[in-house]
């Protein structure tokens, strides 16, 4: 039985709508919700478009061909959906690569700022939750999928630079998360030890006092301020307290030492992050996380592929410029090999406590802020998923006509197990969730 069903059932039982939440899950009523097997989710991110001739199949259905870009992903071909025809719709404030890069998993406007890109309106942050973390809150919701961190935010060559061409995750309206790029900085978080845990309690302690205090003498808009704070508190206390009681079931990996955080070194940063992040779901960390690849407007310059022109700057080239495209698509084809190093990695690690493989349990998507570079259009959006499937049919190239792509977020969520109505603006949900079953 659905959640509209079971709602519509117990109302037709004259039970009240606030009772609605504490009455749907009982076991006895038989309106719990089936247990399902686990589930997570990955989100790979490039920048500045692709090269559509050499990305897109000519043909739909099972019966398609990989072209240049996707060679890399061949192995898991039928394991593979390549979904195009999807279009970020959301307009207002800010350029194309603010509004593909923050907008891309969002769903909805930006709020109006002081951020100047190459429109008339500069812009601000994101309105609205990305849903990555609509679905890690979901996720975190229940006991039986709740994680230590819910989601880990991956970065690769991402800058230290804070505005919406580098931020893609969204906690909720106006709160950018920051990927980790620093794979050192990351392994801290995931398996540092704290070593002095009881001086860093009675810090907690004391700014959860202060709070209380200052919550009495400030305005109701500043004292939600203060409870965004309190939570991080909790949160953090949480995470002491879940540090001490959690054993691995894998040692984490052993990184190579002395990589810095730099341009040239993005391959090796590449494949330590995937090592952590895969060694993070062995573990149950989280069931949710993004990898991102520099960012919108990013000017990485790839002289591992023997690239000395900045990214950015080299997608602007026109279509007749052969050398220029052939350059991006090695590039994007780069992109690509580093993705089949994460999910090959995925398949080739057991599922712990379970048949299969991480791979058999996730699903990895490839996207893209923009569709094309040069032209900064936001159709046709690169959309590739890999994996599990979660209902999913897979093997297939599908084509749809200009569509919003908050539809493949809805049926993202949904595939997840969370049955929302709308996600990010709903005008743009109309249709409902997008049908790749």
């Known amino acids: 039985m659905n959640a509209i069903r079971r709602r519509q059932f117990l109302k037709q039982l004259g039970i009240s709508v606030s009772a609605l939440p504490f009455l749907t899950g009982l076991p006895s009523l038989g309106l719990a919700s089936p247990v399902r097997p686990r589930q997570r989710l990955v989100i790979v991110f490039s920048p500045n478009g692709t090269i559509p001739p050499a990305f897109w199949p000519e043909e739909t259905g099972s019966d398609f061909k990989?072209?240049?870009?996707?060679?890399?992903?061949?192995?898991?071909?039928?394991?593979?959906?390549?979904?195009?025809?999807?279009?970020?719709?959301?307009?207002?404030?800010?350029?194309?690569?603010?509004?593909?890069?923050?907008?891309?998993?969002?769903?909805i406007e930006l709020f109006p700022g002081n951020v100047q890109g190459g429109s008339d309106t500069p812009s601000g942050w994101a309105s609205g939750i990305s849903i990555d973390q609509e679905i890690k809150n979901f996720l975190?919701?229940?006991?039986?999928?709740?994680?230590?961190?819910?989601?880990?935010?991956?970065?690769?060559?991402?800058?230290d630079r804070a505005d919406p061409w580098t931020r893609m995750s969204y906690a909720g309206p106006n709160q950018p998360l920051a990927p980790i790029s620093d794979p050192y900085q990351m392994y801290e978080?995931?398996?540092?030890?704290?070593?002095?845990?009881?001086?860093?309690?009675?810090?907690?302690?004391?700014?959860?006092?202060?709070?209380?205090?200052?919550?009495?003498?400030?305005?109701?808009?500043?004292?939600?301020?203060?409870?965004?704070?309190?939570?991080?508190?909790?949160?953090?206390?949480k995470e002491i307290r879940v540090a001490n009681q959690q054993k691995l079931r894998v040692a984490p990996p052993a990184l190579e030492e002395g990589v810095g955080d730099q341009n040239d070194n993005v391959p090796r940063l590449s494949r330590m992050q995937a090592d952590l992040l895969v060694n993070c779901f062995v573990n149950d960390m989280a069931r949710v996380?993004?990898?991102?690849?520099?960012?919108?407007?990013?000017?990485?310059?790839?002289?591992?592929?023997?690239?000395?022109?900045?990214?950015?700057?080299?997608s602007h080239e026109p279509d007749k410029d052969e050398a220029?495209?052939?350059?991006?698509?090695?590039?994007?084809?780069?992109?690509?090999?580093?993705?089949?190093?994460?999910?090959?990695?995925?398949?080739?690690?057991?599922?712990?406590?379970?048949?299969?493989?991480?791979?058999?349990?996730?699903l990895v998507i490839?996207?893209?802020?923009?569709?094309?570079?040069?032209?900064?259009?936001?159709?046709?959006?690169?959309?590739?998923?890999?994996?599990?499937?979660?209902?999913?049919?897979?093997?297939?190239?599908?084509?749809?006509?200009?569509?919003?792509?908050?539809?493949?977020?809805?049926?993202?969520?949904?595939?997840?197990?969370?049955?929302?109505?709308?996600?990010?603006?709903?005008?743009?949900?109309?249709?409902?969730?997008?049908?790749?079953?």
């Open 66 to 107: 990989l072209k240049e870009i996707m060679e890399p992903l061949e192995p898991f071909k039928a394991r593979m959906l390549v979904v195009n025809g999807l279009s970020n719709k959301v307009r207002g404030d800010g350029d194309n690569h603010m509004r593909g890069m923050s907008c891309l998993l969002t769903g």
């Open 140 to 159: 975190q919701s229940r006991e039986e999928t709740r994680t230590r961190f819910g989601s880990l935010e991956f970065g690769v060559g991402v800058t």
């Open 189 to 237: 978080k995931l398996y540092g030890q704290l070593n002095d845990k009881e001086n860093l309690q009675s810090v907690l302690d004391e700014v959860r006092e202060d709070l209380k205090k200052v919550s009495k003498l400030v305005s109701a808009e500043d004292r939600r301020l203060l409870e965004d704070h309190e939570t991080l508190v909790r949160q953090m206390e």
């Open 289 to 314: 996380a993004t990898l991102q690849y520099t960012k919108s407007v990013g000017q990485a310059r790839m002289n591992w592929l023997d690239i000395k022109d900045p990214h950015h700057s080299l």
């Open 324 to 362: 220029a495209q052939g350059k991006l698509v090695k590039i994007n084809k780069w992109f690509a090999g580093e993705l089949h190093y994460l999910v090959d990695t995925l398949a080739k690690t057991p599922e712990p406590g379970g048949p299969g493989s991480l791979l058999d349990h996730t």
């Open 366 to 437: 490839w996207t893209n802020e923009l569709g094309k570079g040069n032209s900064h259009t936001l159709d046709n959006i690169p959309f590739v998923v890999i994996g599990g499937g979660f209902g999913f049919q897979m093997g297939r190239s599908v084509k749809f006509d200009n569509l919003p792509h908050n539809r493949f977020h809805l049926a993202l969520a949904h595939a997840m197990g969370h049955r929302i109505e709308s996600f990010g603006k709903a005008a743009l949900c109309d249709g409902g969730p997008l049908k790749l079953a």
